[in-house]
């Protein structure tokens, strides 16, 4: 798969910029979470605001991102006036030994990673849907971390296990004992802070007990481990159906095409998202279309 936009030899050498990118991790080690939709909808709202959006896939598998953005850049190619993010894809290194691997990973990531938040204003960054060298090394850089969590007990299992009853948590999970231990490295590193927001994508219209009792567990969970929650996307084909156009709800509004209400509901829960994240005001660079 390749690169969207070519990276250019020798970025790495301004480093570091005045106003580096603000990062933007998403997060979740179960796959079916939303995150590339998420992601898609973050990037082309920040974009429509004016800024210079830098994506970086590292979902070597589904590679989701990365052929949303090239529909995304077939889609203008065809004549539609679309913002694009300058975007880049990395394959994890092949190396057989792990530490040469890692050594590897670490070198072309922060070569890619380097050139993006100097020539951006955000940089948002898919993760794969599992532990990886990779995805644990964004984590680590990420100054807001987005986690998408379907509303079931199923996935609320990736933030902790719960009892018996459902509403009673017995242990962290792996996934936010690996955060916890990115926050760590990232305040070591350069002290600085990772804001943790968890939105509960795919929410149900009905107002079932099963519902609640997932609201109550995450209430608690947040305040157990430091994460805020943050209103997702309800359930609704609209969002798939725009992915072979490389397209969001906020591009599909702005085009003037007919919208229905359930369209029109859509674009409220993307903005409802992005005030949640209470990401920064900042002067936007020149964009750069992919």
């Known amino acids: 798969m390749s690169i969207v936009q070519p990276l250019t030899p020798g970025a790495a050498a301004s480093w570091p910029p005045a ?20 992601a898609m909808h973050i990037v082309v709202s920040l974009l429509r605001d004016g800024y210079s959006v830098g994506t970086l896939d590292l979902d070597a598998r589904q590679g989701t991102l990365t052929r949303y953005v090239n529909n995304r850049k077939r889609t203008v190619e065809a004549g539609e006036n679309l913002p694009l993010s300058r975007h880049a894809f990395l394959q994890p290194s092949e190396a057989p030994v792990r530490a040469e691997a890692e050594a590897e990973d670490r ?40 986690t998408p969590l379907n509303d079931s007990y199923i996935d609320l299992d990736m933030l902790a296990n719960v009892d018996s009853s459902g509403r009673d948590i017995v242990k962290l999970s792996v996934y936010s004992e690996m955060v916890f231990e990115q926050r760590k490295a990232r305040m070591m590193r350069d002290r600085g802070a990772i804001d943790w927001v968890v939105m509960r994508n795919r ?3 009905l107002n079932a007990r099963n519902k609640q009792d997932i609201a109550d567990v995450m209430t608690a969970l947040a305040r157990r481990i430091g994460f805020r929650i943050a209103p997702g996307f309800s ?17 599909l509004l702005e085009s003037g095409e007919s919208a229905s209400m359930s369209h029109l509901a859509a674009r409220q829960e993307v903005r409802n998202l992005i005030e949640a994240l209470n990401l920064p005001q900042r002067k936007p660079k020149a964009q750069s279309a992919a």
Do not use: W
Not at 24 to 35: A, D, P, R, T
């Open 19 to 38: 106003q580096p990118a603000h990062i933007i991790v998403i997060g979740n080690e179960k796959g079916g979470s939303g995150k590339s939709t998420t």
């Open 107 to 146: 070198e072309r990531f922060e070569v890619v990673f380097c050139e993006l938040l100097a020539a951006c204003d955000f940089l948002v960054v898919d993760t794969p849907g599992s532990n990886t060298y990779l995805g644990r090394l964004a984590h680590s850089h990420a100054n807001t971390l987005v």
């Open 203 to 205: 929410l149900s219209n």
């Open 235 to 251: 359930e609704r084909v609209i969002y798939r159906e725009l992915f072979p156009r490389g397209l969001t709800m906020l591009d």
